[in-house]
């Protein structure tokens, strides 16, 4: 397989961890207790308690997208050939072992589509493991990913550049065979052979997509590499696009029919269109190819507070990320807890959960931030039977264990 500057780390003390101790997908669990305040400092710096919470835990829609030219008829034994598709690395799984496959990692369930033959393993290699890429894995979301399909038995490969990713959200991975890590900008295309793509990378904090190095490139271009290359392998796509997409809604909740309600030129605008255009590329290929710190600080709180926002707990996110994948549906999904806060409720139900002490600042709102944002999960709860279960006052507790997990494992890398 080609790989490009394979990541080489100082700190892969992980390394020789045999894989029969990795430890399966979970949030993380507290390994023996540090200080809260450090851990709260670590989440919400740089603004990443609000980033956490309304950049990740909203609602986010999913885009999914098969090339058709990867559909075939099952008795159709040919490779599947799209311009620049390479037959040599196309194999051709049986139905049984593809249906088995489903089975064994998520029972009965209507794998039709797969059953075509969409998954690939080298010719005369017979696993029924799947071979994925996830983009941004060494991110936030992309993390407890592949966290999960490690633990189910995947093979991943993560492409990474590391722009507000760590490397220590996978170093418990390294020395894992059924994982590699590639540094690796998206806007520069890639050759790889994989069943699956998952393409989460992008500049998604609101320090980053607030400021002029928001890389809106990313978004258009890292988007045409990596579905140009979903439609030469055959792969199946899905991209993580984003809540902010409907922008100031006009429509409450929002439906995935919604167009949205975005200021093209605005200051949130890069990242917004950024992901809008995403999703236009998406389905132009499917249609084409077929195919903040609070520790004794104050939590910020912008505007009046009385803005909505829905927030999800990632371990929902991933399932329904899962879901949808190994599904047979095209299109955007809603994955998103419809559970709505003011930012004030969400500033209490901090205070309340994680810092009583904790006291709340105002500042002068920014431009264009949605008036409210409550995801319409219908279909999802009807189509791939998801729906999230973890509530805010739940999640919170355990995002705060994740993150001082993350520290504490960090500490151990360095020899503290
Ligand atoms: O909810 C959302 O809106 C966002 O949720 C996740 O993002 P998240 O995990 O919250 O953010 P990060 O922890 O910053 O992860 C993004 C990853 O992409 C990587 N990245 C970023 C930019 C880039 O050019 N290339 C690249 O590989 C970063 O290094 C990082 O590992 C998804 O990865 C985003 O696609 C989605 O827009």
Known sequence: MKQLHK????????EEMPFSQTPPYSPKSLKHPRSLPRSLNYILKEQRLLF??????????????????????????????????????????????????????????????????????????????????????????????????????DDVIVIDNFFTGRKENVVHLFGNPRFELIRHDVVEPILLEVDQIYHLACPASPVHYKSLTCDYKTNVMGTLNMLGLAKRIGA????????????????????????????????????DEGKRTAETLAMDYHRGAGVEAI??????????????????????????????????????????????????ELAEVVKETIDPSA?????????????????????????????????????LPRMVNDFRNRILNEDEGKGN
């Not at 835990?57 to 075939?72: A, D, E, K, V, Y």
């Not at 829905?310 to 299109?331: I, K, N, P, W």
């Not at 319409?376 to 006052?393: C, F, G, V």
């Open 359 to 395: 006291t709340i600042e105002f500042n002068p709102n920014t431009a264009d931030d949605p008036h409210k944002r409550k995801p319409d999960i219908t279909k999802a709860k009807e189509l791939l039977n998801w729906e999230p279960k973890i509530s805010l006052r739940e999640g």
């Open 236 to 271: 199946r796509f899905l991209l993580t696009s984003t809540s902010e997409v409907y922008g100031d809604p006009l429509e409450h909740p929002q439906k995935e029919t919604y167009w949205g309600h975005v200021n093209p030129i605005g200051v949130r605008s890069c990242y």
């Open 52 to 153: 956490i919470l309304v950049g990740i835990l909203i609602g986010s829609t999913f885009f999914i997208i098969q090339p058709s030219l990867s559909i075939l008829s099952s008795s159709d034994q040919r490779p599947r050939i799209s311009a620049g598709s390479r037959e040599s690395v196309v194999g051709n799984r049986d139905r049984g072992e593809l249906a088995q496959d489903f089975q064994n990692h998520f029972g009965n369930g209507n794998y039709n589509r797969y059953s075509n033959g969409v998954g690939r393993v080298p010719v005369g290699i017979g696993s029924k493991r799947k071979r994925i890429v996830v983009t941004g894995g060494a991110g936030f979301v992309g993390s407890h990913l592949v966290d999960k399909l490690i633990a189910r038995g």
């Open 7 to 14: 990541q080489s780390s100082s700190n892969r003390k992980d």
């Open 295 to 344: 520790r004794k600080q104050p939590m910020t709180v912008y505007g009046d507070g009385k803005q909505t926002r829905s927030f999800q707990y990632v371990s929902d996110l991933v399932d329904g990320l899962v879901a949808l994948m190994e599904g047979e549906h095209v299109g955007p999904f809603n994955l998103g807890n419809p559970g709505e806060f003011t930012m004030l």
